[in-house]
């Protein structure tokens, strides 16, 4: 459950931010080393801030990043929508294709899971107090207008 109700419980970016969601968690944790960070990042989004993985890394912050991943910029697909795009018009360069997010945090010394089900990703959240150090998770999600996603 998402402390919304406390101050500082759910921070999240106005539009979108691209990128900004991997090292707000980090500033975030370090800034309240006492309160659990949990990043929900879109893998179109983190793509724009995948260096600060080494960061959450190199000072072992206890972040759990949520990978949701779709294989696009799903955001900037629903914004075309919003603003009048047509579903036939393709929305090029939004595509990014199969993304295994295990290897991205490996890369940077990160522990990485993937979550296959609600249950797991229950579980994952669950234990983000005994984190020692950063863990990725990916999650498969749909991709825009429902369009299921083919994990890897």
Known sequence: ???RHRPGGFVRAVGGGLGWG???AVGHRLGAPERPAVAVLGDGCAMFGLQGLWSAAHHRVPVLFVAMANGEYHTLKDTFDA???S?????PGLDLGELDWRPAARFFGIPA???DDAEELAQ?????????GPLLAEVASQ???GAPRVRP
């Open 124 to 132: 994952t959240v669950a234990a983000v107090r005994g984190l020692d």
């Open 113 to 115: 899971v993937r979550v």
């Open 83 to 85: 603003r009048g795009g």
């Open 87 to 91: 579903p036939s018009v393709a929305c």
């Open 143 to 145: 991709g825009h207008a």
């Open 22 to 24: 991997i090292g707000a």
């Open 1 to 3: 459950m998402l402390g």
